[in-house]
């Protein structure tokens, strides 16, 4: 967050009466309204950020950004649940509460085999979290030092968690105001542990062998990619490049504000670590030279995600989750019970494409799991409108679209609308090469005067057809083009569903394709 917490915390608590006021009138007596069928949201109360994920003994674990003390944020705790498959979650009780040394904000945890830290317990690894403690009284007091990196652990299964006797294990010695969002994997090249954390307007790395004496490698950053907010949520990890057996490794930074499209966004760098340097990648570095960003999403609600430590080798993916949604109005969102929803899974893949290394993210294969009934849709061309279904509110499309060479259809995709003339829309202008969502008409926006918005994402498609994959679910849209090549994902509150579906555009054809109704989670 760019904002001081101690100003936001003060104005979420000034909004939250308006916002309860302003819920109850779009929502009529329905608590539950807006809320998702298979997005992950809390049972209740505030969520921000994914935390801790990790993988172990047949559970995703997912921790999260949590105010139980009300729906806007305040102070933080880490929420947790656990899943078989990323999909179906198990509430818990909180993970982590506040104490002395301060708040419990964003971080990581891992699966520490080897146990090196030497918390395990009867031949058991240790599960063990590594978090920034973020004091209040300290910022109160106009201090720098309030944020440094503290861990705790667990021995059985994540169930519950004692804290370092020796905490902090990275003392805020320098002053940095911003000084948060540790990320730890194991490195097998260096043999050690490696923690990159946002510092600003950069990232610091620190290696440990045990988890808790660390020390600086480096610093990456200060010159690449864009510095217009202050960079949060870092998450360095190695991966293979598809198809050539060559590693890599990628960081992933969100910055808030400073996103394409407005607010909170995340952007990415492609390059190689030795255990000290991550140095980018030299064709890389030639994409964010100069303030520029390469993002990972280019929609509005895609935030401070990152990825799940200790997957199996055996399944070899790299899996991300996000926040779904953005610091400019999540405080205010119409939802009367809880606030916010994580994005889907998404498998995360790194390319040699024409531009150079990119990031490719598709929803994970478990979602398949959630099909019921499909509907085929006939190939056609596209003249006007073609409404093709009844949409169910949690709902994929799967549509393919085909122009001829030489030609450039008028902008083209799919619609969802209700009853009351209310629509969000997604699609390809070929003109401008660009993929789009336009929810400047989807409904209740008037919480905040940065919700309404059509944005866009540079794409060039590689011939003259676009595969649209879109998931739908009650108020989200995410849309993922040619397998992810680019990604839009938009949250939306319409005062009544969305049921109808259009497909538009003109000089275009639609290839056979599929909408599947999708099946509630709780
Ligand atoms: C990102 C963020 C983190 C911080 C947390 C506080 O959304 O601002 O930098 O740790 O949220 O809740």
Redesign the pocket.
């Known amino acids: 967050?760019k904002y001081s917490?101690l100003i936001l915390f003060a104005l979420c608590c000034l909004f939250a009466c308006d916002t309860a006021k302003n819920s109850r009138a779009t929502s009529g007596s329905d608590a539950e309204r807006h809320r998702p069928a298979f997005h992950f949201t809390p049972p209740e109360k505030w969520m921000?950020?994914p935390n801790g994920m990790f993988f172990y003994e047949g559970e995703y674990h997912l921790f999260y950004?949590y105010y139980p003390g009300g729906t806007v944020?305040g102070p933080?705790h880490w929420g947790h649940a656990v899943s078989p498959d990323m999909v179906h979650w198990k509430h818990l009780p909180v993970a982590l509460y506040p104490d002395s040394l301060g708040l419990i904000?964003?971080g990581s945890a891992v699966v520490d085999w080897n146990n090196t830290s030497g918390f395990g317990k009867n031949g058991r690894p240790p599960l063990v979290a590594i978090f920034?403690h973020?004091l209040m009284a300290g910022e109160k007091a106009g201090r720098h030092d309030f944020q440094y990196q503290s861990i705790a652990y667990s021995t059985d299964k994540g169930r519950t968690w004692t804290k370092y006797a020796g905490n902090p294990v990275i003392p805020n010695t320098a002053g940095i105001h911003d000084f948060?969002?540790p990320k730890v994997i194991w490195d097998k090249q260096s043999k050690q542990w490696v923690m990159a954390f946002?510092a600003g307007n950069h990232v610091k790395l620190w290696g440990s062998p045990d988890l808790k004496h660390w020390t600086h490698l480096s610093d990456f950053g200060r010159e690449w990619g864009s510095h217009a907010g202050v960079w949060?949520?870092p998450d360095l990890f190695p991966v293979t490049v598809d198809g050539s057996g060559e590693q890599k490794w990628v960081l992933l930074l969100?910055i808030?504000p400073g996103a394409p499209n407005g607010g909170?966004g995340t952007q990415y760098f492609a390059g190689n670590f030795d255990g000290k340097n991550f140095v980018l990648d030299e064709r890389f570095a030639a994409s964010v030279r100069g303030e520029k960003g390469i993002w990972l999403d280019y929609g509005r609600d895609n935030?401070?995600g990152v990825t799940w430590s200790d997957i199996p080798a055996s399944d070899g993916r790299r899996l991300f989750l996000g926040?779904m949604s953005n610091?400019d109005y999540a405080t205010l969102v119409p939802t009367a019970s809880w606030r916010s929803a994580m994005t889907v899974p998404r498998a995360l893949r790194l390319k040699n494409t024409p531009e150079g290394l990119r990031l490719y993210s598709e929803p994970v294969r478990e979602l398949a799991s959630l099909r019921g009934k499909k509907t085929d849709i006939p190939a056609a061309d596209i003249d006007g409108n073609l409404v093709i279904n009844t949409l169910s509110t949690a709902s994929e499309i799967d549509l393919e679209f085909e122009w001829k060479a030489g030609e450039t259809p008028q902008p083209f995709g799919l619609e969802l609308f209700n009853a009351r003339g209310e629509q969000v829309s997604a699609g390809f202008d070929a003109a401008k090469q660009q993929l789009f969502i336009d929810r400047s008409k989807s409904g209740n926006m008037a919480f905040s005067p940065k919700f309404s918005s059509r944005e866009v994402a540079p794409y060039r498609p590689a011939g003259q057809r676009i595969r649209l994959h879109c998931l739908i679910d009650v108020a989200s849209i995410e849309v993922f083009a040619d397998g992810g090549a680019c990604a839009m994902t938009d949250i939306f509150f319409p005062t009544e569903d969305f049921t109808g579906l259009r497909v538009f555009g003109k000089g275009v054809r639609v290839l056979p394709g599929k909408v599947w109704d999708l099946k509630k989670v709780r």
């Open positions: 967050m917490f921000n950020d950004q944020w933080m904000f964003s920034t973020h948060r969002d946002a949060e949520c969100s808030n909170s935030y401070a926040w610091w």
